[in-house]
């Protein structure tokens, strides 16, 4: 449902995350498959805003575009050169949302926990109460560095303090700044405008806007908040806690379209991971990005999916390794320690332990002994394997690519292929077998002599 008035959205994005210790600006590392950006993108996303700005740092120009281009909004990225606060940070969207109607929402890009509904319920809310100023509030215990919310006897907001800045008696209130900032567009960059740096930090800050907001006879408001959908990403540590929370969320979700997990918690999924009601997975299974399974399947303990597509009634594992490219149609079995990678097995296809498909088409029913590997790759180059409907590799078999096995073939076990099995041939490159009966004891007394006779020679 579409918002009373337009929205606009300005998402932070340029701090420096020293905290992270790391090469890679703070909002590009990921959690579950996904950037910190990308899952405040995808919240904001569902709110389908008139306009989008992302304002990214210097060092981040390049790959924000990259994160963005998947996005159904129009969006425009704007550079903070000078990390000179959140006010300052906003301005940067001056250009961006110029023009622009209705109501700005101001967040920021380190906080992946915030849904598309608890957003949409605080600007509605706003939106309802006609105020020019809102922001989301929460109480704790421990308010520690959040910014203050000092409400007057109505219970709108007059200012937020800084931690940095308030006097002892302001630190000692418990209603906290949430950091979600809206605004109705005509008032925002105004009072953004005649915000000043003249603060402990030394910044131009957003929160300054609500004392303005109240100087200028404006209708300000405080939304209460969850607060753990608010949490922020400002270490390693804090990264891994948004992590759990995201790998809770992804498994009740999927566990409550039918899935069935053994022991959920050590299930690792990704943000776009699909799997198809009455699946069982089993535990320590990993999904990278990409990932499709249908309906029925057994994912069997410890196995290891990315970008792989899986039809119904398929079996995984254990341990086995989808990889990219991988596509297998309805009941095919994949056992323990097989690989598979840009390969495609057919309806009912088996690869039941210790293989290696890659590069390779696959057709239906055909059974792929112990230690059948696809020699693809010649050092320089990848070459294809096609084996046909129903055909049969022994065990311990090398094919070598380019490579056609025909429809219903046997290649016999330990054989190395490097030409073209027509149809319903048997073929086998194994060598010969010869046997001499009684001769090991023989052979044995030969080598002793020899060994004994070097020995005399050598004492002498
Ligand atoms: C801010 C609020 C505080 C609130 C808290 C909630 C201000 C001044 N204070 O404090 O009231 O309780 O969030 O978490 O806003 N950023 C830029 N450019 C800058 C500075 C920051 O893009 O120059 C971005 C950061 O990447 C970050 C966000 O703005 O995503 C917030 O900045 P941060 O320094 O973390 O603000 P807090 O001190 O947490
Ligand atoms: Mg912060």
């Not at 301005?91 to 949302?97: K, N, P, S």
């Not at 596509?327 to 690989?339: H, I, P, Q, R, S």
């Amino acid at each position: 449902m579409p918002f009373s008035h337009p929205l606009n959205v300005v998402i932070l994005a340029a701090g420096k995350g020293t905290r992270m210790k790391s090469a890679t600006p703070k909002v590009f590392h990921s959690a579950a498959g996904r950037s910190l950006l990308g899952w405040v993108l995808a919240a904001v996303d569902g709110l389908k805003p008139e306009r989008l700005a992302v304002i990214v740092g210097p060092e981040a120009e390049t790959v924000s575009a990259a994160e963005l281009d998947e996005r159904s909004t129009d969006f425009s990225i704007a550079v903070q050169h000078e990390r000179k606060g959140t006010g300052h940070a906003t301005m940067q969207a001056t250009e961006a949302l110029s023009g622009a109607t209705g109501y700005t929402l101001v967040l920021y890009a380190d906080t992946p926990l915030v849904t598309t509904e608890a957003l949409r319920a605080f600007i509605q809310d706003t939106m309802d109460d006609k105020a020019d100023v809102a922001m989301t509030v929460f109480e704790t215990a421990e308010p520690g560095r959040y910014g203050r919310v000092i409400l007057d006897a109505q219970g709108r907001p007059l200012e937020i303090v800084e931690a940095k800045d308030a006097t002892p008696e302001q630190l000692s209130q418990t209603l906290c700044n949430g950091g979600l900032m809206l605004a109705r567009n005509e008032v925002l960059f105004d009072l953004l405008g005649q915000t000043n740096d003249q603060n402990a930090a030394g910044e131009f800050y957003i929160t300054d806007i609500v004392a303005l907001a109240r100087k200028a006879n404006l209708r300000t408001r405080a939304s209460m908040f969850d607060q753990t959908l608010l949490a922020g990403v400002n270490s390693r540590a804090e990264l891994a806690a948004v992590e759990a929370v995201l790998q809770q969320r992804l498994r009740a979700a999927m566990m409550d379209g039918g899935v069935t997990m053994v022991a959920p918690e050590t299930v690792t999924l990704c943000y776009d991971t699909e799997v198809g009601a009455d699946t069982v997975i089993e535990p320590n299974v990993f999904f990278g990005p990409g990932v499709r399974v249908g309906a029925g399947c057994r994912l069997r303990a410890g196995s290891y999916f990315e970008g792989a597509e899986v039809g119904a009634s398929v079996i995984v594992g254990p341990m086995a390794r989808l990889r990219e490219g991988t596509v297998l149609d309805d009941a095919v079995k994949v056992g323990n320690f097989v690989e598979i990678k840009k390969a495609h097995l057919a309806e009912g296809a088996k690869a039941p332990h210790l293989t290696y498909v890659g590069d390779a088409d696959v057709g239906a029913r055909a059974n792929l002994g112990a230690g059948t590997i696809t020699c693809n790759y010649d050092g320089v180059n990848k070459h294809r394997t096609v084996i046909g409907k129903g055909a049969f590799i022994g065990s311990n078999s090398a094919l070598v690519a380019p490579v056609a096995i025909g429809d219903g073939a046997l290649v016999g076990a330990g054989s190395t292929i490097t030409e073209d099995v027509p149809a319903d041939a048997i073929v086998t490159t194994r060598g010969t077998t010869k046997t001499k009966t009684a001769a090991a004891e023989r052979y044995r007394d030969r080598l002793r002599t020899i060994k004994a006779r070097k020995q005399a020679a050598e004492r002498k």
